[in-house]
């Protein structure tokens, strides 16, 4: 039994064998009230049992952290005002259900589904079909929401870290705000914000409604409005590109604020594409690999052309083989970022068990 929660809503489902065989679940978070929290999650995981075939074998979740997920400890959440001081989640719903428990975060387990049934098999399916010989095995995940996650899989294994903090990005530092945590401008508050601040209103508003003034379907200041989303990307790409240099792999989006990519992503993708010097001025890319949006014909053309010639091995009439290209794709989720989570908690719940 899976769920992703976050705090307005928990979506509540079951997998089996890689396919989902409990439609969505529904119920609104209750972030503040831990007593009406524990009995949602406990009546959401009851609902999803009552229309199973069997009985199940784990439950394995998303929440939010920080949290001692090796233990099921959920610790002091700034969403989640009633789980501070530490809450034994993990252990409590194993007591109730009498299964093992088993919690991530969202990142973690949207990368680990992409990696495994998403994202990662899709794009090693492109380049088999152009007849090239290149695959990835790395994947790095984004999800863009209430707050700012990711996920890091290598070669078929999540990292989580010794600390379990393996890929936590939200820390970065900002781009354009000194001093503060990337996340006060990759997340939904971010867009509101600083939508608020260039117009000088005091009404709150979604990143949805931002998206609605930018677009030109409600009233409002577009500029303003396709500013904020720049800005936006503009520190979204500063953190990717910093994550890209560590962890070289295919990059996939998700979250709900992906619907308004088309203006985030541009000064994202220009951002992971500046130059630096050197003291010497030589000029370089940020990046040694070149980044690819395969939402783009021509990039996605030349992601998949052939790149590898043949050189000469000195002294010899022999050849080997030669890549020069250094190239990764950036794409965004097609499976669904509650899906690929979903997935991903399944075939972690698997691994874990495995190892048990």
Not at 27 to 52: C, I, K, N
Not at 325 to 337: E, K, P, S, W, Y
Request: charged residues 20%.
């Amino acid at each position: 039994m899976t769920l992703d929660a976050g705090g307005t809503n928990l979506l509540f489902s079951a997998i089996a064998g890689g396919r989902e065989i409990v439609a969505p679940i529904h119920y609104p978070s209750a972030p503040d009230d831990l007593d009406r929290m524990l009995a949602t999650l406990v009546e959401g995981f009851e609902e999803v049992r009552r229309q199973l075939p069997a009985a199940p074998a784990a439950i394995s979740f998303a929440f939010p952290g920080p949290a001692d997920y090796a233990h099921g400890v959920i610790g002091d959440l700034p969403n989640f005002p009633s789980f501070r001081g530490g809450v034994a989640l993990g252990p409590f719903l194993a007591r109730h259900f009498g299964i093992p428990v088993f919690i991530d975060n969202d990142g973690n387990l949207f990368a680990y589904g992409e990696a495994l049934a998403g994202a990662l098999p899709e794009i090693n399916a492109l380049l088999a079909n152009a007849g090239s010989d290149r695959r990835y095995r790395n994947l790095l995940g984004f999800t863009f929401g209430t707050g700012f996650g990711a996920g890091a899989v290598l070669d078929g294994r999540l990292l989580t870290g010794d600390n379990g903090c393996g890929c936590d990005v939200y820390p970065f530092r900002n781009r354009l705000l000194p001093g503060m945590i990337c996340e006060e401008s990759v997340s939904a508050r971010a867009v509101g914000r600083v939508y608020r601040e260039l117009t000088g209103t005091d009404a709150p508003l979604t990143p949805k409604q931002v998206f609605d003034i930018a677009e030109g379907s409600a009233p409002g200041d577009r500029a303003a409005a396709m500013e904020s989303f720049r800005r936006f990307g503009c520190v979204a790409g500063d953190v990717i590109a910093q994550a890209l240099t560590i962890i070289d792999g295919v990059v996939v989006l998700g979250g709900g604020l992906t619907g308004a990519a088309r203006y985030f992503l541009p000064p994202m993708l220009e951002e992971m594409r500046t130059r630096f010097t050197t003291c010497a001025g030589d000029s370089m890319p940020r990046l040694q690999m070149e980044v690819c949006d395969l939402s783009d014909s021509s990039e996605r053309a030349a992601f998949l052309a052939a790149d590898t010639r043949r050189v000469a091995i000195p002294g010899s009439d022999a050849t080997a083989p030669y890549c020069p290209a250094r190239r990764t794709a950036l794409v965004l989720t097609n499976l669904g970022t509650s899906r690929a989570v979903a997935l991903g908690a399944w075939a972690y719940a698997l691994h874990s068990l495995d190892n048990r």
